[in-house]
């Protein structure tokens, strides 16, 4: 008998960034998070995808029932939420449906920005570093690598992913619209990663007067700076900095705040109390919410981002039409070999 495959969690359509952030995963932990919630689930293979909008578990296992229940049990204490409010945020399916989840999100049908690209990266990374370490056998191999596929195809043949998508897209949209433009405007950016990377390229082509980049490591800030024409910034030197920034965008994969309402507090009467714009992408949440209750002080999160996100998806409605047909197509494929075939469906992307 077959095992059924399991998809379980929270994301950012069913909770909210201060929800979500409790049960991010760093990559460096992955490999223990994967040990922990296998022995404690009694899961057979498994795979965890953690990022800054979804903190998901896809799994095999020959018992629905006591899966599920374990597996709440094993999301309330991560969360340390107690199971009533865990229900109120928490999602499973089983197959067909978790299947045809994953295919869609690997397509970048179930982001937050529709038809991003960051997403089918991060699944690959999650899936080779479950594969590498032997958590996954042939059920979910198969799976990913169509789920893969899937993905790279609907990029290829639908219009989904046209144009500048991604959270830090979004975010530079929504400074721009704060400002009416960004040329002469004065940006900081905390973090080295791919986010804030993407972030510079898109401040860069708006014609910001000047971008300063700070990081833990500082060599990281130097290396973006030159290449994007920027200045960087020792990371405890950021406050000294942000004296003169008009916008600050926040990335980093830090677990606890880096900057709290007293240290905006103590900078707001050098400034002259001059405004200041704070766009958080990180999750965990890089900056203290309570910054927003000073004055002339603007703090948005990843989940402020929603309506230019929305417009975003009222351009692409026929190019989703498209993308979901595909996607209904190749799960059907996967789930004729699953019943019955002994040949894997197709596992390309083109």
């Known amino acids: 008998m077959n095992p059924n495959i399991m998809v379980f969690g929270v994301n950012h359509k069913t909770a909210p960034v201060e929800i979500r952030e409790k049960f991010s995963i760093q990559e ?28 998901e578990i896809y799994c095999t296992t020959l018992d629905l029932n006591d899966t599920i229940k374990k597996t709440k049990q094993f999301f309330s204490e ?19 449906y978790s299947v045809e989840h994953l295919f869609k999100v690997t397509s970048g049908l179930d982001s937050m ?20 370490n032997k958590f996954t056998s042939k059920y979910l191999n198969v799976l990913f690598q169509n789920a893969i596929g899937a993905g790279k195809y609907v990029r290829a043949n639908t219009g989904i992913n046209k144009g500048a998508l991604s959270l830090s897209s979004v975010a530079v949209d929504m400074a721009e619209r704060i400002f009416g433009e960004l040329i002469g405007k004065k940006v900081m950016v905390i973090g080295a990663g791919e986010m804030s990377e993407l972030a510079l390229k ?26 994007f024409n920027g200045e960087s910034v020792g990371f ?60 002339n002080v ?16 009222a351009d692409r409605e026929q190019e989703l039409e498209k993308a979901n047909s595909i996607i209904k197509e190749r799960v059907g494929k996967f789930i004729q070999w699953f019943n019955k075939s002994p040949i894997p469906p197709l596992l390309k992307g083109d």
């Open 28 to 55: 460096d932990k992955l490999i223990y998070f994967l040990e922990k919630i296998k022995s404690e689930v009694s899961l057979g293979e498994c795979v965890v995808l953690s990022t800054c909008n979804r903190a």
């Open 78 to 96: 991560v969360g340390k939420l107690d199971i009533a409010e865990l229900e109120k945020i928490f999602f499973y399916h089983s197959i067909p």
């Open 113 to 132: 920005v529709i038809g991003e690209n960051e997403v089918l990266g991060q699944v690959k990374k999650a899936y080779s570093i479950a594969q590498a």
């Open 202 to 227: 898109y401040l860069q082509e708006r014609g910001v007067e000047k971008v300063y980049i700070a990081n833990r490591t500082i060599s990281r800030a130097d290396e973006l700076a030159q290449k």
């Open 236 to 295: 405890e030197d950021k406050f000294v900095k942000i004296r003169e920034i008009d916008i600050v965008i926040s990335s980093t994969s830090a677990q606890n705040y880096i900057i709290h309402k007293s240290d905006i507090k103590t900078i707001m009467p050098l400034r002259k109390y001059r405004p200041i714009f704070f766009i958080d992408l990180a999750v965990p949440r890089d900056i203290d919410e309570e910054v927003n209750k000073i004055e």
């Open 298 to 313: 603007y703090l948005y999160n990843i989940d402020d981002l929603q309506k230019i996100v929305n417009e975003n998806i």
